[in-house]
């Protein structure tokens, strides 16, 4: 059974910086693209990067681009969200999500995380 994990989420100030963790069992992640994505209340769940099985291809949604980095160590089927000169909006529930093809469309996706909280301060 494939299963993902978040974890790095909590509290920050604007301009502050997080590191968000995707960690995915077995041989179901090494083959795969991983997503990121957000949902804030009352908002559709967005789409925040994606990174291809090989690490090689990247890609940002605009609000993020420049100040969130997305990375993965195979090694340890773990993906990496670096957010960096957070700001009030970026607040949400971030989720990451396995893909063939990850693209930033929700349903390319089949197996999502629990999804970890993001609160950015004023």
């Given amino acids: 059974q494939v299963q993902l994990g978040e974890s790095g989420g909590g509290l920050v100030q ?9 960690a995915a069992s077995g041989r179901s992640f090494s ?11 009352g908002k559709e769940r967005e789409f925040v990067a994606s990174i ?3 690490g090689s291809n990247t890609h940002y949604a605009d609000p993020v681009k420049g100040r969130f980095t997305i990375s993965r160590e195979i090694a340890k089927n773990t993906v990496y969200l ?4 957070l700001k ?7 989720y990451c999500a396995r893909a063939g093809r990850p693209s ?5 996706y089949d197996y ?6 993001v609160t950015v301060s004023s």
């Fill in 104 to 108: 930033e469309n929700p349903q390319a």
């Fill in 112 to 117: 999502w995380g629990q999804g970890t909280q």
């Fill in 31 to 41: 083959n795969y693209g991983i997503g990121w994505f957000r949902q804030a209340p």
């Fill in 14 to 22: 604007a301009g502050g910086s997080l590191r968000l963790s995707c």
């Fill in 82 to 85: 670096q957010m960096s000169s």
């Fill in 52 to 54: 291809s099985w090989s």
């Fill in 88 to 94: 009030p909006e970026d607040t949400a529930v971030y």
